[in-house]
């Protein structure tokens, strides 16, 4: 029997206990920053559901004041026309465009627009000398390889 057979089992039994309070120590971190973002969310909610009601008295507001003067038809058509043309006007704000970004995120698939290149100046024939300026683009071979595209 060597010397140190018997400290074989000390070793495992402290890596095991460590092992175990790691665990528990990550657990409690991770019970508690789910804590917090739980109470977070439940406010952003609320603060939501508030925002809606504002809204929609506001919505109601505007067409009561319309209707001081309109027919109660023309007044609810006038606030619904206005709601419709506030929510378009908010889902064009958020959403991604090409023109916006310069990133090519509202172009389909993903692939921004490659410019032109520039004709290469060089001897008869269309040959350029030396290597290409650098920030140019190459041109495209003739045949593109095929590329899957993505859904959208």
Known sequence: MK???????LDKHLVDELAQVARETVRDELREQTRRQRRKAALYAASGALALYAGAALALAVGLALALGLPDWAAALI????????AYVLRGAARPSASRTGSGAGVPGGVPPVPPAPPAAGPVGGAAAGPPAPGTVPPLP????EVPRRKA
């Open 79 to 86: 606030t619904a026309v206005i709601l419709g043309v506030l």
């Open 142 to 145: 003739s045949e593109a390889p």
């Open 3 to 9: 010397p140190l057979d018997h400290l074989e089992h």
